[in-house]
């Protein structure tokens, strides 16, 4: 049995949260869900947990989610090599059909783990309702094969499920004009659909601690960066290397409307909650200009 | 800055609250606030942020609270004395406008509490959308004039609130049928509400640890007490004194379909919040039968 | 048994108020109840039925009271005497708790009036869901204590109840930025609730004949009143003392988009119908100018 | 200029109509118009101007109208013999041809009168939304062409209109099992709407005082009549004649919930507004039984 | 047993009509309906079977018809002459009377056709819920008497039967601003309701094949016309006669955000459904430039 | 360019549709998709374009669809063997993973070609909103792994989609009480839902041509089977093998509320509209008793 102590500080936290819950009650969250956080099954549990209670707690949360390595394990299991092109996955037919299906697997896994906690979710892909609609995105000029660039979000099928209450689970695949099949970039689908459903907060479970002024030490971590601040770092060339297109989908997310967009550690346990529910932050958030520091910060 | 065990033990805390959050969302609870909660300030800012997190986290409080002391304390400012039989107030004309316009400064006072904290309320008595309609009750066979037993409840007014996602705080007064104004026990009404309008739980704030075998002894609390149970503790005289009525009352809303009844004892901080929301038990929980018993106790 | 002229008198009557009641269908009217039509019994009936055939021939009542009297009756009652500067009650914390709890008793009086008239009412003061929001008011650059200016109005509280058709009724108190209860004059807040809920018609039921280019001779009584033809009346002194900031009231009500304000003899039985729905108009009606005379005229 | 006499006594007769007003909120009327209301211009402006005021002051008015006079006119004009057997119209082809003609332009007549009060109209004959349906109707076994018996109403596009607040006016015309036109009698139609929609009230404008002990004094006029009393009247023989099947209609609509059928006389003024809205009664009112009196009576 | 031939046929033109069924589903469509197609039985049902399927696969069709040869017929029968003047009848009381009497039985005959196919309608003249609202027409500036020139049209009524799934059928009537009744010109009237309610599709049942550059030869019928294209048709006299003020209507109609009107040949069985759902175009399309073409033209 | 004869012939086959359009319109209808109807492409476009018709048409089809043989083929790619007990596909854990990301590329690939026939569909396994709940089903008593029997069924994701227009397409794959993902039958998932939502039609998609009294004489097939002669053709052996657990779940459809349950021939070009809309039956179809025999048949 815990202690009267333990009882009271656990008091004090849920009553630490309610500004938070008031102030982000009923807002859509886009969750770019990836990376450690995907693979480590202890993890899965605490981001799916996280996400569960932003929903009971009154938020309208999203996941998109990426499954790179899953996909480049079943190709091994077929016997296919995986070929990447700055950065991008060739993408033949096959690989497309092997792309699909295991993004499809990962995609349902994770609607039920948010089903097993009692909250109700819908697996769906960009195809489903027309979600995400794409042309061929080229690498450095080169055809890749079937990788999309987002050209148009229909955010009805999105809106009428979360209207009922079911939390929306995307896999970043889509369709173009001729409705041929394309693999997308799961940064890039997580910053269209936070931008074209209105999304209050877009937050990135990643690898790294946040932006840091030094990225070997962490002690420089960067709490809060306006565009501005965010434009200067990638200019000295503080912000390069696979960071950047992600910092750039960020700047665009908040240039587009998103209020606040953060780069979380996914390998910390409930580092949604511990960003949206308590006065310590975690990773870097970006934002406008500094005026709009929330009052946590 | 807290520490990192602070931290996570906070992201644990709110974890843990996700079941009962997903098991009362959408769910009535009237809690019947009275005592020492409701003279102490600290108390009171206590109660009060626990049902704005209440409504917050998506379950709909209703507050019917007393005045007994208040009211009390303004007879003796206008030089009236206070007279009671079988501990109810005799209630003349002039001690019911008095009582009135206290209760309905305390009332107000609870209103600009929960406003305070962003969350919307609205105070009424019984007489408004003609909530509490009463008869004239008598002590032991004796008027003792403007007190009424309460004989309708119309949920219209606090249907309406509820559904826009107003916090109902309603004064123990209602009208007979010549529209004449009464006084009420504020455990009467509190009961009476929560009957109509289908609450889940019916918590009552009060002075005590909760029902005791031995009521010298706080160690002999008992967590949770079947109907069947409480009639046996009557009948062999453990329960009596000022507890017979207040037990009455519970067994009446269980019988009558609150699932649950509460007695808690106010003058611990966040009461609520812990009955609510962890697994440790306080006070004395009252149902139908064992089976009931929810997952947390 | 009546005559049949009187009979067919009545069926003519109910006949003539049909162009007012189609044309006022559905509009929002504010009535300002205050002066002699709050202490004479005979005469509180009179506008109460009035209000209540108003909300059942389809217009949409609201009511703003004031309670002076009764207030300085209670302070005295408790020992405290009455202070004024410039006609503003010095408003100590004591003063406030006092006249919050009159009002409070005046308002659930009127609640109670309503519903005995078989028509649902709420009684509200500015306190309840936000409606009124105030910073301190200063009298002559004097400090009074608790008065205050209305700053914004939360209708949303006001609308919810009109849709459900609940006449609210509404006591002049509000809070501060800091939630610290403020003393509102009854004009100004009915004055303020009329614009924010973009009523029709304001009346204020007062105690004159309406405006007389000579007051002492109500047989100057001017019927219609443009802003441009007020704005004379001021500049050459015919309106002045107590009632210049009433009618300031009225030409803000008229400039913020109420389409007539209506100064009206409380002291007359059915003051309100007798404007309403008959060609004999009552008083002194304030509008923008003549092109928009009513049809009766 | 009227007298403050008169204007008072309007005041009182608006009030005095409160009661009724509440009472009727909402509830469905049916008039079945006919008889010298529907030919002399004033009654006929008379009868528009009360089903307006009914309809603007909240309930829900609907018209079913006949025409016989006018069709008989017709038929002249084109040089047809009109043909009674039992009091029904025989009716060939051409003479239904005649009568549908003649009543669409009583019904967009009226209308007319009714959008010119300011007040939506929609008129309608029984094969709109196929409202009424019939079989064929002997009259005393002989068939006498297109004269229908209504088999069931269907009363979805009625419902339509009131919700809109359109008052529907119907013409007696129906369709077969094989979509052949029939004519009905206006009585029987009037009863058979009153009782499919759930109607409160029906009312027969007639040619008559009412029900009479002694047809020929009217002075013996009956306000009240309860089903056992009109079965005993039928019985031994005081209700006879043509007053014999008006009289069974209103005792079968009564038997089929409507709560009060009321027989007026069409050729007084307003006999509409003095019956609902006045406590002076006009004509006979049938009803279950005496426990159902209104307050008014 | 028709052969597996014509049954693939069969499937196969059902599959042919769902692009279209795609496209034109919910969208509003206006019918003029007369000429020939309102005389003969079979082209009648076919014209009525047609609209019902336009109904039933998902498209808001709205009929507006003339009766101008059952109008002179009628006249004959009271032993009335029709005369015209410019195309227009001189209108005097009785003959008004006559017209809407006639137009009133033709439109009830409608709506009879309409529900023996199992689809509900309702009749209606352009003074139900107001819909028509005109002032009189001078031809060639001479009074021919109750000629009307639409001024306004109020689409409430159509929109609430449309909302409600019936088919609302439309005579050409309408009231002037004093509530007298005035025939109106049925291609007119169509153009009107179909610019005021928004209509995508306005076809005119016509007795000509459609636009002709030669109308000896209807081998030069034009089947789609561009706004441009049919000045210049106007300017060098190819369309003129009784075609000028159709096609002028067609222009007008067009100008104001109807998409498409066709000039459809309705002594051709099932013109409106070959025209709407298969890929041979029938008629003149008139539209505001070639890049509207339908995909089927 | 098509001949007038055959233009006039569509004509016909639509009209001819009219009354099934009506008679079906907002009727649930599960196509159980299966069988070389789902390997053939065109085979595939052509039920693909017989369900966007159903829609287009006012129809509310839902699809569940099998995928054995794909299934098969990937279990080779990766070296896993099939093996089947009883008709049931042993599945072990990566076989159960395959299965289920080979059904979530099918299910993706229905939803892309209906979307691209401009239809709205979500392509849905029964994990998603929890739709199917299952128990482990033996073959022959034996553990054959994660094979589920349906224990219940919960229709609220599917009844948003329907009521926002989306086709649902599910693929059989649910969840047990411990949240495992299990396999499914596709004739029994289908079945299931078709019970559970309340289903009008029923149509599992076969590789045969129906039922036979001998089936190796397709001249033999009977086109209505009621449940008694359902019973009887069991009984005496000449439903068996395969087709015998079909019929079982077709018989248990009917019993549970489905009107008539189809078995259709796949391979047959467009049988859906064949079926539901023209007078020529296709395959046999089952229902309660000869009574409900549709008026096509």
């Not at 070929?83 to 033949?92: K, N, Q």
């Not at 950047?244 to 587009?256: G, R, T």
């Amino acid at each position: 049995m815990e202690s009267m102590e333990e009882v009271m500080f656990k008091a004090q936290t849920l009553i630490e949260a309610l500004p938070y819950i008031r102030e982000f009650s009923n807002k859509k969250v886009v969750v770019k869900y990836g990376g450690s956080a995907m693979i480590d099954k202890e993890l899965q549990l605490s981001v799916i947990k996280d996400v569960a209670l932003l929903k009971l707690v009154g938020m309208q949360p999203i996941i998109v989610h990426g499954g790179g390595k899953e996909i480049s394990k079943w190709m091994g299991k077929v016997g296919k090599e995986s070929e990447f092109v700055e950065g991008l996955r060739v993408t033949d037919e096959e690989t497309m059909e092997i792309a699909e299906m295991v993004l499809g697997k990962v995609n349902k896994g994770l609607v039920q783990m948010v089903e097993k906690l009692g909250v109700k979710a819908v697996g769906l892909s960009g195809k489903d309702g027309g979600i995400l609609k794409v042309e061929k995105k080229l690498a450095n000029g080169q055809d890749i094969g079937y990788v999309g660039n987002i050209t148009s979000v229909n955010t009805e099928l999105i809106d009428t499920l979360i209207a009922n209450d079911f939390i929306p689970i995307i896999a970043p695949v889509g369709l173009d004009k001729d409705y041929q099949t394309y693999n997308i970039n799961a940064d890039d689908a997580a910053c269209a659909v936070a931008t074209a459903i209105g999304a209050e907060k877009l937050a990135f479970l990643t690898d790294i601690e946040g932006v840091c002024t030094n990225p070997e030490d962490k002690n420089t971590l960067i709490s809060v960066l306006t565009l501005d601040e965010a434009d200067k770092l990638i200019e000295n060339g503080v912000i390069g290397g696979g960071m950047l297109p992600k910092i750039k989908n960020c700047i665009d997310a908040v240039n587009n409307g998103v209020s606040r967009v953060h780069i979380l550690d996914g390998r910390k346990n409930h580092c949604l909650l511990l960003e949206f529910f308590t006065k310590r932050g975690i990773g870097t958030a970006i934002l406008k200009h500094e005026g709009m520091l929330e009052h946590e910060s």
